[in-house]
C-alpha cells in the first residue's frame, strides 16, 4: 500500500506541474511586437554612349568626326606653335552619355592608345614613314562644386584619364542623362618642324560604378 500511495502521490505533483506550466499570463490589448522587412538595392547605370563618326580608328585623312570626338581642324608646322585647346564636336549636347540611378557614385575614365594614366595621349602620322607624334592633353569639363555636380561646356584645369584621373559623378535617375563633353590641348611649341600629315589617336572610354 505505501507503494501503491508514493506513485499516486508523485503522480499529483507532475499533474500540478503541468497545469502551472499550461497557465500562461494573459497577453494585454494593444500589445505590441515587431518583425523586419529587408531589401538591398544596388545602383546601377543603364546609358553609356560615346558618339562618333566612326566605329575604328581614323585612317583617311578625309574621315569625318562628330559627336565626342575630337578635331583640332588645319595648322601650319612653324616655330613657337601657339597652345591650342579644343572641345569635342558635339560639345555639351552630343559627347559622353551616362544615365545612373539616383545618388549612383560612377567614373568615367579616359586612356588614350599609349596607355598614360593621366590622359596624356599621342598623335601618330597617318603616312607609313612619318615617325613624328603630337602630343596632347586630355582635360576635363568645369563641374560645379555647389553640391548638384552642374557640368558646363568649359574646360577646367583638371586633366581626365584614368584611376585617380577618372571623372567621378553621382547619377540623377536612370531617366535623367549626365552629358558630358571632352576637352584637349596640344602645347606650344608641339607643332614646330613636325612632318606634314593628318595626326590622329583613338582614346578608350570606360564607365564603372
Given amino acids: 500500500m505505501k507503494t501503491r500511495f508514493t506513485l499516486t502521490s508523485l503522480t499529483l505533483v507532475s499533474l500540478m506541474m503541468m497545469g502551472n506550466t499550461a497557465m500562461a499570463a494573459v497577453v494585454p490589448s494593444n500589445t505590441d511586437h515587431h518583425f523586419n522587412v529587408k531589401l ?3 545602383g546601377s547605370c543603364e546609358v553609356f554612349t560615346v558618339p562618333s563618326d566612326r566605329t575604328s580608328a581614323i585612317s583617311a585623312e578625309d ?3 562628330a559627336g565626342a570626338d575630337i578635331n583640332f581642324g588645319n595648322h601650319i608646322a612653324k616655330s613657337s606653335s601657339e597652345e591650342l585647346s579644343q572641345g569635342n564636336v558635339g560639345q555639351l549636347t552630343n559627347g ?3 544615365n545612373c540611378s539616383r545618388n549612383t557614385s560612377f567614373q568615367v ?5 599609349n596607355s598614360n594614366t593621366d590622359g ?3 598623335m601618330s ?3 607609313s614613314t612619318n615617325q613624328d607624334k603630337i602630343t596632347y592633353q586630355l582635360y576635363k569639363p ?3 562644386d555647389s553640391g548638384d555636380e552642374t557640368i558646363s561646356n568649359t574646360i577646367s584645369a583638371n586633366k581626365w584619364g584614368k584611376g585617380s584621373n577618372a571623372l567621378t559623378l553621382t547619377g540623377k535617375g536612370l531617366s535623367t542623362p549626365i552629358m558630358l563633353p571632352v576637352f584637349a590641348k596640344v602645347p606650344q611649341n608641339e607643332l614646330s618642324d613636325k612632318t606634314p600629315d593628318t595626326y590622329q589617336d583613338r582614346v578608350k572610354v570606360t564607365l564603372t560604378y
Fill in 109 to 113: 575614365a579616359l586612356e588614350p592608345s
Fill in 40 to 42: 538591398q538595392l544596388a
Fill in 120 to 122: 596624356t595621349g599621342s
Fill in 142 to 144: 568645369t563641374v560645379s
Fill in 63 to 65: 574621315d569625318t568626326t
Fill in 96 to 98: 559622353i552619355q551616362v
Fill in 125 to 127: 602620322g597617318l603616312k
